[in-house]
């Protein structure tokens, strides 16, 4: 071998640890690079996530500006109306119990459904317009320490009617400190989750099914209530809309979709929460955080903002 060929050799020989030093530096930086850009990637996804969310958000946000538009022109047109057309329908109601022989029995008893169904429409118009209002005015409320067990049952006495031919009504709420809010308020909320889980389960299925109110203390300075029911479900298409206004699927007559964004507004309106959690076929929950009030046996508890 020729000392060219040698030396040709030799060099080749002395160039691949080099060579391979190389290529692992470059793929080490290929999967560096490959990290890099999956890590921008999801930050990427996370961030067009939020700017969705917030999108969400800002379009709630015009409807209920357009709903405050509405309800504010035409909220006082209805109910002046509404006032003239319910007494009307109680005086008629009365003067026909009062010339109940004027007519036949048949007569009597049609023209007596006939304004007693005419009665229930008035009074859902009624109910809609007060839905509206609350839901617009729902910021506006005073709060002070109160009993939110007593808030709790009081809501469980009213709704009876619609849950005790449907499921077992359980209640876990000893040892709930006092809380910062509104009594009235927040026993509409609890009324209107008591009547929602309700109606989630068909009647006459009482020991099948059951509907459970649970409120207990969360770290030093909120509480958790949770309604729970063993009805149908919420499916999943529909979870993102449940607090819009309007929206509902219950059938024609059953409901206005107001209640949800109605409670929604009245607890964020106290500083809390409402949240959902469904499985169609199993139930569903909804969970409120509420804080403490300011003042339990002299000490300060974290309410601030309220």
Do not use: W
């Not at 080099?18 to 990427?44: D, H, I, K, P, Y």
């Not at 109940?100 to 317009?129: D, F, H, N, P």
């Not at 009617?161 to 077992?168: D, G, V």
């Not at 109606?199 to 309604?227: F, M, T, W, Y």
């Amino acid at each position: 071998m020729s000392v060219s060929a040698k030396v040709a050799e030799a060099g080749a020989a002395a160039s691949k640890p080099e060579v391979r030093r190389e290529s692992t530096l470059l793929e080490e930086a290929v999967r560096r690079r490959t990290a890099e850009l999956e890590t921008s990637n999801a930050q990427l996804k996370e961030r067009l996530h939020r700017l969705r969310d917030i999108q969400e958000q800002v379009r709630f946000s015009e409807r209920l500006a357009a709903i405050g538009q509405i309800a504010g022109s035409i909220g006082h047109e209805i109910n002046n109306p509404l006032a003239f057309l319910t007494s009307n329908l109680a005086f008629a109601q009365e003067e026909l119990d009062r010339t109940e022989g004027a007519l036949s029995a048949k007569e009597y008893r049609e023209v007596r459904e006939a304004l007693a169904e005419a009665s229930t429409g008035a009074e859902r118009i009624r109910l809609i317009v007060h839905d509206l209002k609350m839901l617009l005015h729902s910021g506006n409320i005073e709060r002070s320490t109160m009993d939110l067990t007593a808030a709790i049952r009081a809501a469980v006495k009213m709704a009876a009617p619609e849950t005790r031919h449907r499921a077992r009504l359980v209640e876990e709420l000893d040892g709930i400190p006092p809380v910062h809010g509104n009594s009235a308020r927040l026993t509409q909320v609890f009324l209107n989750l008591l009547i929602n889980a309700a109606h989630a389960i068909p009647p006459g299925q009482v020991e099948r099914n059951e509907i459970r109110i649970n409120a207990q203390l969360s770290a030093p300075d909120h509480v958790i209530v949770k309604v729970t029911d063993t009805g149908s479900g919420i499916p999943p298409q529909h979870m993102k809309r449940i607090f819009d206004p309007f929206f509902t699927t219950k059938p024609v007559g059953m409901g206005s979709g107001l209640g949800l964004s109605v409670c929604n507004s009245i607890i964020t309106a106290h500083g809390g929460e409402l949240s959902v959690e469904s499985e169609v076929g199993r139930g569903t929950t909804f969970q409120i955080i509420l804080p403490l009030s300011r003042h339990i046996d002299g000490g300060q508890h974290g309410t601030q903002g309220m």
